[in-house]
């Protein structure tokens, strides 16, 4: 129980992010290796020594990390977690099993302030389960080994083997473990209360556990064209969707196309995006306003729960023409986020403690716009071409359009070319080009997003069509469990938009679908499992990590109405419940009643065969002492009584070598108790009769004696 609560204090550690990688990967190594060194190992006078000065070279060599302005924080944590493995794998006793509990518990209190995820969550249920037997079993080993020293012996002489006292589990058994681990239900309940109950006051504004936000590609000022294709293999969640009107059964996957971040000039190998084109939002509280307010009697809505990232987007779905953001704690101080807009209709968001960002995207009807007209003398910056574009990308473009006019159709045209003329390719040899939109066109043709987007956005403004070069998250994966959406870092994308006089900004993607899609699995066990995982993390993530006034408030109402539907029912319950005094009696009885019930029960059942047995021995136990008091106060009769210190065995046999009278059968009568007592052996009535007997005759052999003298 003490490896395992040393062991989830460590994890509890190196999940909250604060070490790096191959620290956490020595740590935990060094776990398994202390856990596993035997006790007998232990004690070697080496092993003592290292328990001795690896501690101190340890804070040595912190202490020269500060020195040297090492982050405070994260050698105090490094230290901490080092002293921990030091100690498991040189510990002796009762007294270093309780600085290792100790330095658990320390442990489970920093990773309380440093990452309170899900990880740490399961952390603090199995110490919340193992502590009171841990502490329990610590505290016994304790007094055990400080009642019987080095060299202690028994009341028979014998010396006191206290490995074997605690390997025993006639004490320590089954149903005593399982006891003291049920102690931390109560415990549990009783900090569940005061965790709902006490008022949120923003006190997680104070915690250092704020999230590190993790660098984005695509959605900075300046975007390398190779960049964006190296997310496709990661796995990371940026945001979770709830899409409306989902169908009985949702689709695996779906294509939202969340906006981020917009380009207007390309110069050879990089997009970047200048002062034009600026949304300026208008927020009103928890309302912002991008083509108008939200209207929550007839607007559908897209839920997004957004992570932390740098820098922090806002993403938005096509039709989105209003949002409401959702608070952040607790409403004593003004912690709502607040949005604001950037270059090429973008939006970012500032939150109080850097947690993401938790918002609701009012959609467009079907009768009105969902994007700005395009100004007239903001249309030249979309017709841009750089300087060294080479001419052959025009003429290109002209022989996949023919005689089209219609920008739609132009589009249309190249798009499918794109799509059915080239190969998806992350690892594309154009990104190291000198041009490399020319090599990918009419070189290599193959590339990733970017590649594509490019292509389409350039040839399309040499037929002076408006464009603009877009990155976000195309879309995500049905999670079954949370039912909503899961984007991820590989899901990221690049797509155009297509300025047309008719519906204004237009999407098109010119990459080929399959390779566009969401690449996560979505059958097998593995979906299955990483499914119900994220679920539950964005459980508790929203439910207790971010439990807030506004939750504490809506449980406070439910529990409310609840109860209030119960007292008004007619009948008994209703009654019960009608006023204070009336539901304390109900409650009351119910636990007597409850009590009573228990102990009827047990009074019919009488003991178990187990508790019988155990009673029996004690029983037997306590007559063959007041046996051998018998034997003790008849020595005393006849003046040689058991000094104290001395044991029965060894003062029997005393007697017997001094040839006492009585000594032989003093011996017998010795040897007969300490096999009863110690060994195991059951006397019978008759042999306790017999016993008892022998005993008087002791006696009464001293009372003839004196008689005789007289």
Sequence with gaps: MTDSLAALGLLALVTSGELNHWLTIVILVGLAIAVVIPESFQDRPTMRRIGVVLPLVLLGVQAVRLFMNANLLETAVEFAAGLQVIRLATRRGAAHDQQVIVLALLHLIAATVLGSGLAYGLCFLGFLVIAPGALVLSHLRREVEGNYRQGARDRTGLPVDVPR????????????????????????????????????????????????????????????????????????????????????????????????????????????????????????????????????????????????????????????????????????????????????????????????????????????PASPLLAAADRARYLMLPTDLPARIGELAHSWVGSASDPRLEARLIETRLRHDYRYDVDSPSGAAKNPLYDFLFVSKRGHCEFYSTAMALMLRTLNVPTRNVTGFIGGTYNRFARSYAVRQGDAH???????????????????????????????????????????????????????????????????????????????LGRMLSSPRATMLAVFGLIGACYTAVWLSRRRKGLSPAARAATERETMAREIVELYRQLEAALAARGVPRPTGTPPRAHAIALAAMEHPVGSEALALTELYVAARFGGVALSPEERRDFTRRVRAVRYQRVVSERAAA
């Design 165 to 368: 006292i605690l390997r025993s589990r006639r004490v320590i058994g089954r149903s005593f473990l399982i006891f003291t681990c049920l102690l931390s239900v109560p415990i549990f309940l009783f900090t569940l209360v005061l965790f709902v109950a006490f008022p949120r006051v923003g006190l997680s504004l104070l915690l250092l556990s704020h999230p590190k936000a993790e660098r984005m590609v695509g959605f900075t000022e300046h975007v390398d064209l190779g960049g964006v294709g190296r997310l496709r293999s990661d796995p990371t969640i940026v945001m979770r969707v709830e899409v409306p009107s989902l169908p009985k059964e949702p689709p695996p996957r779906v294509a939202l196309y969340l906006r981020g971040a917009a380009f207007d000039t390309y110069k050879g190998k990089a997009w970047s995006r200048s002062s034009g084109g600026a949304l300026h939002p208008e927020q009103r509280g928890r309302q912002v306003h991008l083509l108008r307010y939200p209207d929550p009697i007839r607007d559908r809505t897209m839920h997004i729960d957004l992570e932390p990232i740098e820098p922090p987007v806002v993403f938005l779905p096509p039709e989105a023409v209003a949002l409401t953001v959702s608070m952040q704690g607790m409403a004593l101080i003004d912690n709502i986020p607040q949005v604001s807009g950037g270059p090429e209709g973008s939006l970012t968001y500032k939150s109080p403690d850097d947690r993401g960002l938790r918002y609701e995207v009012s959609l467009a009807s079907a009768d009105e």
């Design 494 to 572: 690049s797509w155009v938009e297509v300025y047309l006089d008719d519906t204004g900004w237009t999407r098109f993607d010119p990459t080929p679908p399959a390779s566009a899609a969401p690449q996560s699995d979505i059958t097998g066990f593995l979906a299955f499992v990483r499914d119900f995982v994220e679920a539950t993390t964005q459980r508790w993530n929203r439910h207790v990590i971010g439990y807030d006034l506004k939750q504490q408030v809506s449980l406070l109402k439910s529990v409310h109405r609840s109860f209030s539907a119960l007292r008004d029912r007619p009948g008994t």
